[in-house]
């Protein structure tokens, strides 16, 4: 079974940064694409980012292209994402998403996986 453990979140300032981790452990071949996703209070779950394992494509929520980026430790089997320029509407629970297929668009745009982490909260606040 694949599980994935993010950690990393925190209280920063608008303007700070911080860089998140997502560890998969059990079958970390099963997944084929990965992401990054957000949750807000009242709103609905968005894909932030997310990640071919295959090619490296990837695809960037409006709202945060420019600021975030993904990247990956295949060693470690972590997916991080590093978060500049925080905004004050980027408060969310943050968590790591996978999907069997090699789909960003599925991933993020669709919101479909198999896979997903608890999350960890990330709170930009001054």
């Known amino acids: 079974q694949l599980q994935f453990v993010e950690s990393g979140g925190g209280l920063v300032q608008p303007g700070g940064s911080l860089r998140l981790s997502c560890a998969a452990s059990?079958?970390?071949?099963?997944?084929?694409?990965i992401g990054w996703f957000r949750q807000a209070p009242g709103k609905e779950s968005e894909g932030v980012v997310c990640?071919?394992?295959?090619?490296?494509?990837?695809y960037y929520a409006d709202s945060v292209k420019g600021r975030f980026t993904i990247s990956r430790d295949n060693a470690k089997n972590t997916v991080y994402l590093q978060m500049n320029s925080l905004k004050a509407e980027d408060t969310a629970i943050y968590y790591c998403?996978?999907?069997?297929?090699?789909?960003?668009?599925?991933?993020?745009?669709?919101?479909?996986?198999?896979?997903w982490g608890q999350g960890t909260q990330v709170t930009v606040s001054s």
């Open positions: 990640l071919s394992m295959s090619d490296g494509s990837t």
């Open positions: 998403a996978a999907d069997r297929l090699d789909s960003v668009f599925r991933l993020c745009v669709l919101g479909r996986y198999d896979y």
């Open positions: 059990g079958f970390t071949s099963d997944y084929n694409a």
